[in-house]
């Protein structure tokens, strides 16, 4: 499969939301980034249009049709009959105009390809009576049967979509002539590239509308009426139906739109359930008017629907049913190159994220993986990691948080606004010799310190550092710094235990204050001692005061 929807890498924020809404899980998260899985990928377009950071891009083919243009060749415009709820108030032929400004040669509508199509089912119906008929033109549900239902590939009608149809219909009458299909679809593309002969290349809408931008080109709103062209309800749920006879009395026709809902509609075919059924199945909701391409920027089904239903006619378009045998396609099993983990190897992976109970799974979904097992085979197929599960890096957010705080040596202590006690740590109640977490889990702050400085920092919004108390009722020191965190209006108090500093300090300033003491008894002693032996000598004893003065204050300043 060539590489029609890429990741663009700078964009990618792993929010996983691309995983949570791809119907097959085809994408792989390596090194912090989304990658689509192309063997297993459906084409849908979904992650395309629910990426919020626009991470993901179709690849953009407006320069190969400029070549093609230039080459001389007459390019014909394929229209998808969406068109007109994509530019509304534009007719096909308004938009025939603006595509001939940009050098195409003249452009159809693609429902002539779908008259094609609904009559050969018509004719399947009636002529071949299969059990179970599905309709073939959405190249994302064939790609879904193909690669994830194999067993269902005899029920999917084997007919050529209207794109094809109308392809190779215009290249009858315009020997020659390169086809363009312009529709709300990146999975035509792949089509496209898949089945030579029929279509040359494919233009999204965004595409188109970029390219008409370009060259300063402006749609004229204008629509013509026509009643030839019922088959114009085919990009709408239901459309198919709404063109075919329905007058088969064994048959029910119905109609399937959303990945979700072909999936289990699949897996009731497969079970059995479904017989004597026509099925008109779509990938997207809303059918193609709610095509990746459309529904990326705009998303207005009601109105959508309207637009198309009054544009369509009552009659089929006039034209010429080619034979069965060119209308006729073969769909091969699409093998996935994905293996399958046995239950021993999802346990071994369930055990590595926590999960060993069957309790433990609890299926959220934040990963994107519907269920933990889905989680856990991904990572055996190199799609997923396991720190996609949050609550897993939670519990060991949690677990390494916990294991800071109940480990360091000071006291933690978490108050709400109300200084109530919402956290506290086992440095803390050894402090306060309070023996169980659940005495003041919940109780004010004041049953066990004093408020004070608790009610400062919340009137101030300042945070306080260091502040030095004696807590006499646990006759301890601590060194206290109050932190408030507004954004969770919490109060986060911090205690050192100071006391041995304490009362290192106490003995030092006591063994200061004997000395001083000492000291003082000995100045007078030689004072006196001095003055005798100075009245002996008749000298002056001043400059001794002096010197034994010193040495007093510099024991004191100690």
């Known amino acids: 499969m060539a590489e029609f929807l890429r990741l663009k890498k700078s964009n990618c924020k792993n929010c996983y939301k691309c995983i949570r809404h791809c119907p097959v899980k085809s994408i792989r998260f390596s090194g912090n980034q989304a990658h689509i899985v192309r063997d297993e990928c459906i084409l849908c377009g979904q992650c395309f249009v629910v990426c919020p950071q626009n ?19 007459p390019v014909i415009a394929s229209v998808a009959p969406s068109f ?84 190779r219909d215009i290249k009858k009458r315009y020997p020659g002539a390169k086809v363009v299909f312009i529709g709300p679809c990146v999975a035509k593309k792949d089509e496209a590239y898949s089945y ?27 629509t013509q009426a026509k009643e030839d062209s019922r088959a114009r309800y085919f990009p709408t749920t239901g459309g198919i139906l709404k063109t075919m006879a329905q007058d088969l009395e064994e048959y029910t026709y119905l109609a399937v739109d959303g990945k979700e809902n072909c999936i289990a509609a699949l897996q009731d075919i497969e079970s059995g359930k479904i017989h004597k059924c026509f099925i008109e199945m779509s990938a997207c909701t809303g059918s193609c008017i709610g095509g990746p391409v459309m529904e990326k920027y705009r998303r207005s089904p009601v109105q959508d629907y309207l637009t198309v239903s009054n544009y369509a006619g009552r009659n089929d378009f006039k034209v010429e049913q080619p034979d069965e045998l060119e209308l006729k396609k073969i769909f091969d099993f699409a093998k996935c190159n994905t293996r399958l983990p046995d239950d021993i190897e999802i346990n071994q992976v369930l055990r590595q994220m926590g999960k060993t109970k069957k309790e433990d799974e609890l299926n959220c979904g934040s990963c994107g993986y519907n269920t933990c097992r889905e989680k856990a085979a991904a990572i055996i197929q190199g799609k997923a990691d396991i720190s996609m599960c949050l609550p897993f890096l939670k519990e ?18 978490v108050l709400n606004e109300e ?7 086992r440095a803390a109640l050894k402090m306060m010799n309070i023996p169980r977490v659940s005495d003041v889990m919940g109780e004010p702050v004041v049953r066990i310190l004093d408020p004070k400085v608790f009610l400062e ?28 965190d507004k954004e969770n209006n919490l109060l986060i108090s911090i205690l050192r235990d100071v006391t041995e500093e304490e009362v290192q300090r106490t003995k030092k300033e006591s063994i200061s204050r004997q000395t001083v003491e000492i000291a003082d008894k000995v100045v007078d002693k030689q004072m006196r001692v001095v003055q005798e032996i100075a009245s002996l000598l008749g000298e002056t004893a001043a400059e001794t005061k002096i010197a034994l003065a010193k040495l007093k204050e510099s024991i004191s300043n100690e």
């Open 84 to 167: 007109i709820a994509n530019y509304q108030g534009v007719g096909i032929e308004s938009l025939e105009e603006g595509l001939k400004k940009l050098g195409f040669y003249s452009a159809e509508e693609t429902a002539i390809g779908a008259t094609f199509v609904k009559s050969e089912y018509e004719r399947i119906l009636k002529e071949e009576s299969p059990e179970v008929l599905i309709s073939s033109c959405c190249h994302s549900v064939n790609l879904l049967i193909q690669k994830y239902f194999p067993k269902e590939l005899p029920y999917l009608a084997k007919v050529l979509s209207p794109m094809q149809a109308h392809g």
């Open 457 to 484: 920092v919340k009137r101030t919004g300042r945070n306080s550092h260091y502040r030095r108390v004696y807590l006499a009722e646990y006759n301890i020191y601590i060194d206290q710094t109050v932190v408030i």
């Open 419 to 425: 200084l109530e006690v919402q956290q506290i740590n």
């Open 396 to 413: 060991k957010a949690e677990n390494f948080s916990d294991n800071i705080i109940n480990n360091t040596p000071n006291g933690i202590i």
């Open 196 to 222: 030579e002969g029929f279509v040359d290349e494919v233009l999204t809408y965004e595409e188109l509308t970029s390219w008409f931008q370009e060259k300063g080109i402006v749609l004229e709103n204008k």
């Open 55 to 73: 991470a993901k891009e179709i690849t953009d083919s407006t320069e190969a049709v400029r070549v093609m243009i230039q080459s001389g060749a």
